[in-house]
């Protein structure tokens, strides 16, 4: 999509049905994933994709900065994942790990060299099961929405401090869970 399409939308309040579908077929696949992650079931991840493009056309004149509008409708399929999970109160984990981009120190470093890549995974996958979902969100939005702390802070309406130390909070309940796991050596497996 081209700046001068973004150029087109910014000045607009609504968007018709053509701006609405070029939208629509450029970020289906990146709501749809961020949803996914959270739900991890393909019918209700598409019902809740289709539900976020809705508001997000519908509430369309409160976005200010089109060029924000990847991470917007990001954010609105976020609450529609957190708001399906509360009302079903049944927690859907995350599934695939290959785009989890953590940050490691020196102990991360000396775990995750003992593991080959498919364990690592799966240790990494049962570990963010158990985290606290304050910080599998925040993890999820980081990493896989690709938001920044500014975006995550204003999505979840709190400053970028508490933004970079739940971060850091998350990172450290991962070691924990994936150190446990490693010295019991217990099998997960489903």
């Known amino acids: 999509m081209s700046m001068s399409f973004f150029n087109i939308l910014s000045n607009k309040k609504t968007l018709d049905f053509k701006q609405e579908a070029c939208l629509y077929k450029k970020y289906y696949k990146t709501v ?13 991840t598409k019902e809740l994709t289709n539900e976020a493009f809705i508001t997000a056309f519908e509430k369309f004149y409160t976005l200010k900065d089109i060029s924000k509008f990847k991470s917007w409708i990001c954010a609105i399929g976020t609450n529609l994942a957190k708001k399906y999970i509360q009302k079903n109160s049944k927690l859907y ?7 989890l981009s953590i940050v490691t120190n020196n102990i991360e470093n000396e775990i995750i060299e003992k593991m080959d890549r498919e364990m690592k995974l799966d240790y990494i996958k049962k570990s963010l099961e158990k985290i606290n979902p304050q910080y599998k ?7 896989y929405c690709d938001m920044t702390y500014i975006e995550i802070a204003g999505h979840l309406d709190i400053s970028i401090g508490t933004v970079k130390s739940r971060i850091s909070r ?16 217990v099998n997960y497996a489903r």
């Open 170 to 185: 998350a990172k450290k309940q991962i070691i924990n869970e994936v150190q446990i796991i490693e010295k019991e050596g």
């Open 137 to 143: 969100e925040i993890i999820i939005l980081r990493y």
């Open 32 to 44: 749809y994933r961020t949803i996914y992650y959270c739900i991890k079931n393909k019918e209700i």
């Open 93 to 99: 984990f995350i599934e695939d790990y290959n785009n």
